[in-house]
């Protein structure tokens, strides 16, 4: 063996190296996908989650009270045209 090719041991190592980078490379890309649909699909989640959270607190007091004091619908009517649209994905 010449003194300018590298040892098996180094050859391995480097096999192994460009191995890890291009993990690690097609990894990146991937988790940077996921976090683009993610951001596409749950565009709407914190609107929504506000809407809910007082919904249920609103649900929530309506149940604690008397049931001939208990009026369900309000909740509904006041509930239209406030709850969060939600958006279609087409592919």
């Given at each position: 063996?010449?003194?300018?090719?590298?040892?098996?041991?180094?050859?391995?190592?480097?096999?192994?190296?460009?191995?890890?980078?291009?993990?690690?490379?097609?990894?990146?890309?991937?988790?940077?996908?996921?976090q683009e649909?993610?951001?596409?699909?749950?565009?709407?989640?914190?609107?929504?989650?506000?809407?809910?959270?007082?919904?249920?607190?609103?649900?929530?007091?309506?149940?604690?009270?008397?049931?001939?004091?208990?009026?369900?619908?309000?909740?509904?009517?006041?509930?239209?045209?406030?709850?969060?649209s939600v958006?279609?994905?087409?592919?």
């Amino acid at each position: 063996m010449s003194s300018d090719q590298p040892a098996s041991g180094e050859v391995t190592c480097g096999m192994i190296i460009r191995e890890l980078v291009e993990t690690e490379c097609r990894y990146v890309q991937r988790l940077e996908i996921l976090q683009e649909t993610t951001r596409l699909l749950f565009s709407n989640l914190p609107p929504g989650l506000i809407f809910q959270r007082k919904f249920l607190v609103g649900l929530q007091g309506t149940a604690e009270l008397p049931w001939q004091e208990q009026r369900w619908g309000r909740h509904f009517i006041r509930a239209v045209g406030v709850i969060p649209s939600v958006g279609l994905c087409i592919d």
